[in-house]
């Protein structure tokens, strides 16, 4: 009885702490703070995108974390603070999509899934270890086997008034991120040419969430 009286603060507190840390250690609820986005750059939007191009191979070098702030900024970074309006359009202000960072050889990131958190540019981590293997082997596409990084942009199907939404959103996310890639040197491609359903499976995206493009990005 005495044993269990000392043992309780303990207990308590790993009751508290249970829902974010994984025995296994796998699963994290732990929040990243991203390098602050530059909103000024070398290239001209015309030159941008007339040099646009889809590649899928890339150089087996890692990418900055700084370099991958940019480009989640691109994708959804908030430029309006008062009524968080985002780099890209959304239908009614709804934003609809969400976009996952899949990182395998990033400076200062631990390989594993995280989930970009717009609202004060954070990254959320959502399991370490091998995502970038778990996407590759639902998707099966070689670029994503080749890229120090991945994103996977999804659709909140079930918040869509209408089901065509989230495709137009993830399709103008998705065009910010080619051109913040030209003006970094970096390569990328926009797929959709995967079951949607696997890629879910591999990576426990929630239900309700979509999966619609994977952009691997990797130095060209
Ligand atoms: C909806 C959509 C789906 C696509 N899916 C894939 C894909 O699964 N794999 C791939 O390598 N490229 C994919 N692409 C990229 C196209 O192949 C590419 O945009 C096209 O060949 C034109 O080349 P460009 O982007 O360099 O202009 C997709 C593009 C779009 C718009």
């Given at each position: 009885m005495k044993k269990v009286c000392l043992l309780a603060p303990f207990l308590f507190i790993a009751l508290i702490v249970s829902p974010f840390f994984n025995l296994c250690g796998a699963v994290y609820a732990q929040t990243i703070k991203?390098?602050?986005?530059?909103?000024?750059?070398?290239?001209?939007?015309?030159?941008?995108?007339?040099?646009?191009?889809?590649?899928?191979?890339?150089k087996?070098?890692?990418?900055?974390?700084e370099a991958v702030s940019q480009v989640l900024w691109a994708a959804q970074g908030i430029t309006e603070p008062q009524k968080g309006l985002r780099t890209a359009p959304s239908a009614r202000a709804q934003y609809l999509i969400e976009v996952y960072l899949i990182a395998d050889n990033v400076t200062d990131l631990k390989p594993g899934l995280y989930k970009y958190i717009p609202k004060g540019h954070l990254l959320?981590?959502?399991?370490?270890g091998?995502?970038?293997?778990?996407?590759?082997?639902?998707?099966g596409q070689t670029p994503i086997k080749n890229a120090p990084c991945a994103l996977l942009i999804t659709g909140h199907i079930a918040r869509s008034t209408n089901p065509g939404w989230i495709y137009l959103e993830a399709g103008h996310s998705s065009q910010n991120v080619y051109l913040q890639c030209v003006s970094l040197n970096f390569g990328t491609v926009a797929m959709a040419?995967?079951?949607?359903?696997?890629?879910?499976?591999?990576?426990?995206?929630?239900?309700?969430?979509?999966?619609?493009?994977?952009?691997?990005?990797?130095?060209?």
């Open positions: 991203l390098p602050e986005p530059k909103v000024d750059g070398p290239l001209s939007i015309e030159k941008a995108i007339k040099e646009r191009r889809s590649i899928r191979s890339y087996p070098e890692s990418l900055t974390i959320q981590t959502i399991s370490l091998d995502a970038k293997e778990r996407l590759f082997g639902a998707a040419g995967f079951k949607p359903e696997e890629v879910k499976k591999a990576l426990n995206i929630p239900d309700g969430e979509q999966p619609i493009y994977i952009m691997p990005i990797g130095k060209k």
